[in-house]
């Protein structure tokens, strides 16, 4: 064979391994990779002895083979991912330093200045979910309250999107309004491919006029939240839906241009005062009939992120009382966040703090014609003798026209000890009475009438609750026996002489 002579296969076959195998090498981390062995490669590279060093994602040579021209040149500083610059490398420069005097805000003061609130910003409104239509999650439920998330509403009516409809109780045991459950495929088909999103979390009160228990109601199901994620606090509601309640409690009239109608319009009943709503929630917004007739009537599904919802019609005060007691058997102070925001708002913290106090809300008519007077005198006697302070309030039919009342009453109530009222709704002003061991309501009934309702709110709140007819406290066997609804009583009896020693001995204890 003769030097010149062209290579033979075996040659040829020799230089092409020699190649392939000298590529592969000189390229062992790419090669690696491309063959899927990245995590080996990281380890084995940074210990072998051959020196070659691992370059991180930020390009530099991993901690251990850098060294003192490396931070020199490119800085050493804690990088990390997702980060487009250390926040501390970027001090930022104030105005009038530097060559061209140019002055910018480091990135640290910048989080400062514009912390991120997580807020959901414009974009966030639109959901395009394709075929992946969301699907409903139950959060809690008992008769009457519930809370659900991404519930949908479309046309008038709620869908609960599930493919497992047992997992969820009956519609008529959450609301009395028009709800119903859907597949996820009919939800694909009915609803479409997007929608729009209503962010946060919202209350709702089905009912056409909420009940007067409507916030504490709420409060109960979704404080209970708190307790169980044993989170520090709840994110606020971000609205109050009423879907039945008008904005005005009377019906639209059309103005006779001769004769205007100048009569100022009431805004309807949300069950609890409109300052309180403003006080304890200042950031909620309420949503009437009118508001949600418009998400109603477009052509768009919306999701409702987290819904919690109230109806009374179908917990009835069976289903409230069983509510509250169960929030009061996992929380001792779950309505102490609402009462003390009351409270910080109205009460100017002073000496006369140690003094207890009684408050007695009237309301003209309902105790019987002496009676009133001579409860007042008979409890401004007692202030008097025993150092008790005694504050007379009205409660007036409408809080809605009687606003500046509102807060004169709150403030007496706030800082009592005992509230005494005749039956009816009034006696829920004690809900914000003063916690102590004295802490009592006293509810006067109409001869022949008794109810539990108010009893099991007290209960539920830690407050006592004595219920009182004409001369003698009702025992619990009189209430079931006499248990009507709870009406307001009118021209009703009452001894003062006794009711005011009951009084008294409360305030001892
Ligand atoms: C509930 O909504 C459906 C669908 O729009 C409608 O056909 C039905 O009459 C509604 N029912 C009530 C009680 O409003
Ligand atoms: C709520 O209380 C007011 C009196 O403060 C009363 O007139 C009204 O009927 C009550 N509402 C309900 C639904 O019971």
């Not at 002579?5 to 391994?17: D, G, H, T, V, Y």
């Not at 606090?233 to 103005?255: C, H, Q, Y």
């Not at 998400?295 to 919690?308: A, K, T």
Request: aromatic share 10%; proline share 5%; glycine share 8%.
């Amino acid at each position: 064979m003769r030097w010149l002579s062209p290579p033979n296969r075996r040659e040829i076959a020799l230089i092409l391994f020699c190649a392939t195998v000298f590529t592969f090498a000189y390229n062992l981390q790419h090669s690696l990779r491309y063959i899927g062995l990245e995590a080996l490669v990281t380890r084995h590279v940074e210990f072998s002895p051959s020196g070659l060093n691992h370059i991180e994602k930020d390009g530099r040579k991993s901690p251990r083979y850098r060294d003192q021209l490396d931070d020199l040149i490119i800085g050493n500083y804690e990088w990390k991912d997702g980060e487009v610059l250390n926040a501390n490398l970027d001090p930022g420069q104030a105005l009038g330093v530097g060559r061209h005097s140019a002055m910018w805000v480091g990135k640290q003061e910048q989080d400062r200045l514009w912390p991120s609130t997580g807020e959901p910003g414009v974009s966030a409104g639109f959901w395009r979910w394709n075929t992946n239509v969301p699907r409903t999650k139950l959060v809690k439920h008992v008769p009457g309250y519930t809370i659900l998330d991404q519930v949908i509403a479309f046309k008038g009516v709620v869908y609960i999107v599930t493919d497992n409809p047992d997992t969820f109780p009956d519609a008529e045991s959450m609301t009395t309004d028009n709800w119903t459950g859907i597949s996820s495929e009919d939800a694909l088909t009915l609803l479409g491919r997007y929608g729009g999103v209503i962010h946060g979390v919202s209350w709702m009160c089905t009912e056409h006029v909420p009940q007067n228990t409507t916030l504490l109601s709420l409060w109960s199901i979704y404080s209970s939240l708190k307790i169980e994620s044993g989170e520090d606090s709840l994110p606020p509601p971000a609205r109050l839906i009423l879907p039945r309640t008008s904005v005005f409690e009377d019906s639209d009239k059309i103005n006779d241009e001769k004769k205007p109608n100048l009569a100022r319009r009431l805004r309807s009943s949300t069950g609890f005062h409109p300052f309180l709503a403003k006080v304890v929630f200042p950031h909620m917004g309420i949503m009437y009939k009118e508001d949600w007739a418009d998400f109603q009537e477009m052509e768009v599904p919306y999701v409702i992120q987290r819904l919690v919802i109230a109806d009374y019609q179908v917990s009835g005060p069976n289903g409230l009382s069983e509510l509250l007691l169960k929030a009061a058997s996992s929380s001792r102070n779950w309505w102490e966040p609402i009462r003390q925001r009351l409270a910080s708002f109205l009460q100017e913290r002073g000496d006369e703090l140690d003094r207890k106090a009684v408050t007695y809300v009237y309301r003209h008519g309902a105790l019987s014609g002496q009676a009133h007077e001579s409860l007042v005198q008979a409890l401004a006697q007692m202030g008097n003798d025993r150092g008790v302070d005694l504050f007379l309030v009205e409660a007036a039919d409408g809080d809605r026209k009687n606003n500046m009342q509102w807060g004169e009453r709150m403030a007496a109530v706030v800082r009592s000890n005992v509230l005494i009222s005749v039956q009816g709704p009034d006696v829920l002003n004690g809900l914000f009475l003063e916690p102590s061991p004295q802490t009592t309501i006293v509810e006067i009934f109409s001869p022949d009438t008794a109810s539990r309702e108010h009893e099991s709110i007290a209960k539920a709140l830690g407050i006592k609750y004595i219920a009182w007819s004409n001369n003698h406290q009702l025992s619990s066997k009189e209430i079931s026996y006499m248990e009507q609804t709870q009406e307001q009583g009118y021209d009703v009896p009452v001894d003062t002489g006794t009711v005011v020693d009951a009084i008294w001995r409360t305030l001892q204890r």
